[in-house]
């Protein structure tokens, strides 16, 4: 496991302390009891306390099974990105990231395809699978006639993370499509829903997410399953063959309760006979590309250039 960003070591865990010591003017994440802290979550910003930013360049379209998805359409298009936001599979949308999504469109030349799949508690799995599933092969069908290239690549943050890793198995066992997405970056994602160590393990620190709101989300997506039921491979993609799938990037922070599920995928992806870049970013905390700091700066460039390039 190679560290990366050490350097910026300093500014990190300055960061994730002024995040701590401001911890309780924020709502807990991951209460599957408080509908009041669920909907204060999905007015605002990932990690943030005010309403996303809606920029006019992205689209709202509905596709196939009336699936809804968010477009950024650049002059340029080399490639479509089907991107999966996070936000603990009960909140976040689409429409949450549009300065990033935008960006990342016009400096990658790809059309970006954001997912506004169904959330949990109202609709838990499969819901939010069967939406990503659905955006993706409307992809396969038809991002020839739309956007002139066949060249798709997927990927998502955290819980986003998770269900585009569900999304390409989904894919290969249900449909036999493989090699169609020549790419998957895979930031911060839970594969493991009974808990690896460093979940269990982290305990209750108030960064964007510790042991009991990942539990919390858990309960939210997964309703009535214990720790057995949700070692399922369609659940848990840590459990699943790996054969077949696309080069990854992967990449988590030491600071983050899911770093474990990372290393672990890592090392199953490539063993499955997959290329795979692990990015391990020092002190950083979950979620971390949310915030104004140099190695999210340095991340997002490390993020357009695998999607650029794969």
Same mark, same amino acid.
């Given at each position: ?24 003017? +924020?709502?807990?994440? /991951?209460?599957? %009891?408080?509908?009041?802290? =669920?909907?204060? @979550?999905?007015?605002? *910003? $990932? ?103 066949? +060249?798709?690549?997927? /990927?998502?943050? %955290?819980?986003?993370?998770? =269900?585009?890793? @569900?999304?390409?198995? *989904? $894919? ?139």
């Amino acid at each position: 496991m190679t560290i990366t960003d050490e350097d910026c070591l300093a500014e990190t865990l300055t960061f994730n302390a002024q995040f701590e010591a401001t911890a309780a003017s +924020r709502p807990p994440r /991951g209460q599957a %009891s408080s509908a009041d802290v =669920l909907a204060l @979550l999905r007015r605002n *910003r $990932l990690g943030g306390d005010t309403p996303p930013v809606r920029l006019p360049q992205g689209q709202d379209r509905v596709v196939a099974g009336g699936v809804k998805v968010r477009a950024f359409v650049p002059d340029h298009v080399d490639g479509v990105y089907l991107h999966i936001h996070g936000g603990g599979w009960a909140f976040g949308s689409a429409d949450g990231q549009d300065e990033k999504l935008w960006r990342l469109a016009v400096e990658a030349r790809l059309a970006v395809m954001s997912v506004d799949y169904r959330l949990a508690p109202e609709h838990p799995f499969p819901a939010g699978p069967d939406d990503c599933e659905a955006a993706a092969r409307w992809l396969v069908d038809h991002t020839e006639a739309e956007f002139g290239t066949g +060249r798709l690549l997927i /990927g998502g943050e %955290s819980a986003g993370a998770h =269900l585009s890793v @569900l999304t390409l198995l *989904r $894919l290969r066992d249900r449909h036999s499509i493989t090699g169609t997405f020549r790419g998957a970056h895979l930031a911060f994602g839970p594969y493991d829903l009974s808990m690896t160590p460093s979940q269990r393990l982290f305990g209750s620190r108030r960064l964007l997410s510790n042991s009991h709101s990942v539990r919390g989300s858990y309960e939210l997506f997964t309703p009535g399953m214990g720790p057995e039921e949700r070692r399922d491979p369609e659940v848990s993609p840590l459990y699943a063959d790996l054969t077949g799938l696309p080069p990854a990037r992967i990449v988590v922070g030491t600071q983050d309760p899911l770093l474990d599920d990372s290393l672990f995928l890592a090392q199953r992806w490539q063993a499955a006979g997959s290329p795979v870049q692990l990015g391990v970013v020092a002190g950083a905390m979950h979620g971390f590309t949310l915030f104004p700091l140099t190695i999210t700066a340095r991340e997002q460039q490390r993020e357009r250039d695998f999607l650029a390039g794969a």
